[in-house]
């Protein structure tokens, strides 16, 4: 379980994190959306979470990211003060597609189930 400064950290990261993917990353990645991140407990590994607006995108999302990993990080420790750069992976976020999957399914179900 984790504590509350790593809750709160994360938070705050995510923030951060938002921030600089939308707003200061001058290379091209569309509309990104900071799902979630975790850090580890010694604070040198976090993992980012993201989604995209258009499927579309998703290529050109993660190749910017990992372009601008180094800038990301520099820019991270500056906004939340941090002592260290911790090591940056982006993770494509598929629970928005999974959920629209099973209520796509589920509707499906109710339209094929006999009337009582």
């Known amino acids: 379980m984790k504590n509350n400064f790593i809750l709160r950290l994360e938070?705050?990261?995510k923030?951060?994190?938002s921030d600089i993917v939308n707003f200061e990353v001058k290379n091209n990645i569309g509309l990104v959306t900071i799902t979630d991140c975790e850090?580890?407990?010694d604070l040198e590994y976090l993992t980012v979470f993201y989604?995209?607006?258009n499927e579309k995108d998703r290529k050109r999302?993660?190749?910017g990211l990992e372009n601008s990993k180094g800038f990301i990080r520099t820019a991270l420790v500056k906004k939340v003060s941090m002592r260290?750069?911790?090591q940056i992976t982006f993770k494509y976020d598929s629970s928005y597609e999974?959920?629209?999957r099973i209520d796509a399914l589920l509707e499906e179900i109710k339209k094929t189930e006999l009337p009582k």
């Open 11 to 13: 938070s705050n990261i």
């Open 15 to 17: 923030r951060a994190l």
């Open 39 to 41: 850090i580890t407990s």
């Open 51 to 53: 989604t995209v607006l």
């Open 61 to 63: 999302a993660k190749e």
């Open 84 to 86: 260290k750069a911790p």
């Open 98 to 100: 999974n959920g629209n």
